[in-house]
């Protein structure tokens, strides 16, 4: 692998503002450092071909990645003047001689979330069709072509009816079949290369989609997520409904519409006034069609909602299955479920009794057609106005007009309303505030420091009255700070609010002086590491666990973090040792192994701020020493720690403490002090020799000692 042109590609996407992929060099294999090596490099990454810019480039189009075959691969910042160039070369700049043999080329970085651009689900959709306007002038130019050979059979069964059959002229009729033959060959391939060509675009569209909503869902801030999991996933699961909409069968249906207008002109070429018929049997249908859409319009929205409803309960259940078994709530989830169930089925019964009256109407009506074209066909033959081969070819062609396009109509209108359903409710996710919505404008410093201060800040959950008011707290760079507090005083409210997980409702949270929410998300979790009390994995292996988001520093390094938290241990005992597939949620592994790897991880991360919530409550006694050992350890003098805990023995690697209650904080100070202060209150309770010792005996005496503040008791263990 090039480090070279890595790097140069690194320094431009941090240039242009845009956040990479962790891994992406990880997936670069040797690409030179010759011309075409840009290319190769974005070929391996499934990037866009790289854009090559004019010999000389215009202001505005810099900065650029340039190459010159003296000095190879480099970054035009800017023009310096009228044939002089400033160049990027490492951490240096330096002027130089505009050459004609150099080349400038512009790279297009994947950007799933589109840089947190608000943009309706609709648009999404259109945009990714319109970009692929090739391939649908490809398929327009065939279905023009389809359509014009149908012409072909019922002008050939006219051709047969009226010279063939009273002349008895077979020469002739084997020169139309032959020619037919050839005609419905062409159709053949046109219609499978149409088909193939959009089915492959399809695929791609359906990928580039999923990718962006996956990414959008990704994104949006904790605090905004409502409702459930299963509810959030069965909305995402509409695009499938809205992707079904844009297939290529109802492409090439409303295709198809136009040329239902120009059979009508060939109908009235060969039959003058039975033209009639089709001419309000066509329009008859499109007006019952628009009805059929008003009428279950709503309902298709009631039933969509019913049914997320639905799916989010199922991953409920399964989901909580041990809370369930365990507390004989199975019936309970079964008569949530088929009320559910009930639910749905009565929004969804005008729909499909609606859908069936349609059908009903819309056979009718073809049959109605057919026997009215016939009928005054019949007519217009024995008046002389046209012959039996012109009513042959006119009823076949007017099939074009009410058969498969009348015969399609209820079932994409029902399908209209559930892809427009599915469309608001892809709406509401992109509607959501998300994480990364500043794009290019965010700030990115190379490094931030861990000073952290709170001003006038108040935060609180939808639906409740009282919430996290904190007036002002100022965390210096390199401070360690404990945080205490009773069961719902806000600890992890706070701690996720310093880590940019959630946004203040009022109030600023700055680090090093920036607003938290103007940092770049790629910036900010580089350097501001958080652990949650409950440490959740994902599907993957122990490795992929470890390493997410972060470049592989090698097997070494990884195992001599775990080795310091103790992890090295289930890593050792497997057979499959760092690749031990992990279930979801990390099911089979205990909740200190899980936390053992969260806490690797951080380790393997190295931020400069450390937010820690109770990172040694699924610990034993010795894990614990050893992580408390470990923290020790990594931390550096410039490293700052703000540690929420219910364990006496973590404050000791706490110089100040802070105490919550109801939101406030009642206590900030220096530790022993807090603490003295807080005993001195008579609200902290501190335990004696004797309580500790026959605590560790196995005894469990009466109250459970430690720190106590507003009801939550804090152990020395």
Known sequence: ??????????????????????????????????????????????????????????AHTLPALMFSDDSGWTIAEEWEGQDLLRVRVGHATEVRPYDATMRFYRVVFPDAGRGGEQIKASQIFRDAIMRRRGSLVTALVATVM???????????SMQVYDRVIPRGGFATLWVLTVGVAVALLLDFLLRAVRSLLMEREAAQIDMEISEYFFARSQAVRLDARGGGIGTMAAQ????????????SASLFLLADFP????????????????????????????????????????????????????????VESLDSAETVKANRGGWYMLSRWNAL???VISSEEPIRKWSAIAQSVFGTIQQVAYVGLVAFGAIEVARGNMTIGGLIA????????????????????????????????????????????????????????GALKIERLEFAYPGTKDGLVVPLLDIRAGERVGMIGGIGSGKTTLLRVMAGLYAPHRGIVTLDGLDISRIAESTLRRDVGYLPQEFRLVNGTLRENLLMGLSDPGDQAVLAAAATTGLIQLIAAHPLGLDLAISEGGRGLSGGQRTLTGLTRLLLANPTLWLLDEPTSNLDAGTEAAVMSALTAKLTPESTMVLVTHKMALLNLCTRVIVLANGRMTHDGPT????????????????????AAAEAAGFAPPPAGGVTTGGATFSRS
């Open 1 to 58: 692998m090039t480090e070279k042109l890595t790097d140069i590609v690194a320094d431009f996407a941090r240039a242009t503002a845009t956040d990479l992929n962790p891994h992406w060099r990880d997936r670069v294999g040797e690409t030179g450092e010759d011309r075409d090596a840009l290319a190769r490099l974005c070929g391996e990454l499934g990037w866009a071909s790289p854009e090559m810019l004019p010999r000389r480039p215009r």
């Open 146 to 156: 389809v359509n014009i050979i149908a012409l072909v059979t019922s002008l050939y």
């Open 236 to 247: 995402l699961r509409g695009m499938e409904q809205v992707r079904g909409l844009y297939s």
């Open 259 to 314: 040329f239902a207008i120009f059979f009508l002109f060939v109908i009235w070429w060969l039959g003058g006034i039975i033209v009639l018929v089709p001419l309000i049997a066509f329009p008859l249908s499109l007006l019952l069609a628009a009805i059929l859409a008003g009428l279950i319009r709503d309902a298709t929205e009631r039933a969509q909602v019913t049914g997320n409803r639905k799916n989010g309960l199922l």
């Open 341 to 343: 169930i009930e639910s």
């Open 394 to 449: 006119a009823t076949i062609i007017a099939g074009r007009v009410n058969g498969p396009l009348i015969a399609q109509l209820p079932g994409l209108i029902v399908q209209w309303g559930y892809a427009r359903s599915s469309l608001k409710m892809l709406d509401q996710i992109l509607d959501l505030p998300a994480d990364g919505q500043l794009g290019g404008s965010a700030l990115r410093p190379d490094q931030l420091n």
């Open 672 to 691: 022993k002090a807090v603490l003295a202060d807080l005993q001195a209150q008579g609200v902290a309770q501190v335990k004696s020799a004797t309580e």
